[in-house]
């Protein structure tokens, strides 16, 4: 059998690329497609062999749509393109953030893959989703999205559930799957949601609080984080998640330039979500990271032999240079952007070419997605 061609569409710096190749399956990128010049470089360093259009979709003529043959359409979009194509790709997959569920445009979306005789199914997931295959990911990183997969004028999917918005791999059975269904409306979002989870990036995405455009008897999966899982089964360690020192770079010398200054520890010392490598956990990287210190991603205590309680107890009542003291003796560093793409699954050999800077790569990470997740998309879809 011929490899599928697959056109990759806002191709970022190649997660949706990575995963394909991660999935195993017998494929090949035609073009990749992206404004991005900081990213284009990224993707060109890893995807050399992979022709790549620094263009938008409404600067590509349907003739040269047309003429890539293309079987599938792989994208993860910052707007919703729709676009006229005279020969429709077998299978879709897109990518946005949580809250496109709740948007005119994903009704816009699926009424068009309808009309076009698409079977699709739609997801929202995590690394650290406390369910069926996510728990096998075991990657202690929150990053939940909104996904969309959807073949051609084939057979429905075995797991498919019309109206409903799937929150875990499907692989038990939909009975099962049934059992934690909650009957809000996809704009109420289950009260079992942590507050990072209803809003993992208070700076993109629509929001869910209007529900005059959603599909009639749309509703929920009940989402329950990892945490809330444990707690139910009186567990303290859920070992199939991973701790975060199996994702971090070996300390040397030029982490120097990764710990926190005095001055962002003075400011925010109360807004920093601080985990340890021991830690299972980490909260979504956004593009800010590295820039902002409140709400775009976790930073990790270094010191791991001191305790984070005895530092911050009764410190609003020290003199500024005592509490910069205790709060130095944490050693408090960002993560990397090797350490980042760890945990959103780009391999090692995955890199960045010397001349983006570490803000540039914080940015170009926290604009991408995680490669395991949407590996094991691209096998159900084509399953």
Known sequence: MAPLRVLELYSGIGGMHQALKESCTSAEVVVAVDVNTLANEVYKHNFPSTP?????????????????????????????????????????????????????????????????GFKYQEFLLSPTCA?????????????????LIAKLHQEPFSFQAPGQILTRFPDQDLEDLLKDKVTDKVGEVSSSLSAEE?????NIGPDCRSKKSLPKGAFLFKLETVEEIERKHGQNNDSSIQMLKDFLE????????YFLPPKSLLRYAFLLDIVK??????????????????????????AVDVQLESVFKRIEELPEEEKLMKLSTLKLRYFTPR???NLHGFPLEFGFPDKITIKQCYRLLGNSLNVHVVAKLISILLG
């Not at 393109?81 to 709740?102: A, D, I, M, S």
């Not at 070996?250 to 330039?257: A, I, L, R």
């Not at 490598?277 to 270094?302: A, I, N």
Request: net charge neutral.
């Open 52 to 116: 790549l259009w620094a263009k938008t979709i409404e600067g590509i003529t349907l003739k040269e749509f047309d003429r890539l043959s293309f079987d599938m359409i792989l994208m993860s979009p910052p707007c919703q393109p729709f676009t006229r194509l005279q020969k429709l790709p077998k299978y879709l997959l897109l990518e946005n953030v949580k809250g496109f569920e709740c948007s005119s445009a994903r009704n816009e979306l699926l009424r068009t893959l309808e009309t076009c």
């Open 131 to 147: 369910y069926g295959f996510c728990l096998q990911l075991g990657i202690p990183n929150s990053r939940l999205r909104y996904f």
């Open 198 to 202: 209803k809003n993992p990036d208070p």
């Open 250 to 257: 070996e300390e040397n010398e030029e982490m120097s330039q």
């Open 277 to 302: 490598p021991t830690c299972r956990r980490s909260t979504c990287f956004t593009k800010g990271y590295g820039h902002y210190v409140e709400g775009t991603g976790s930073v990790l205590q270094t």
């Open 339 to 341: 350490e980042i793409a």
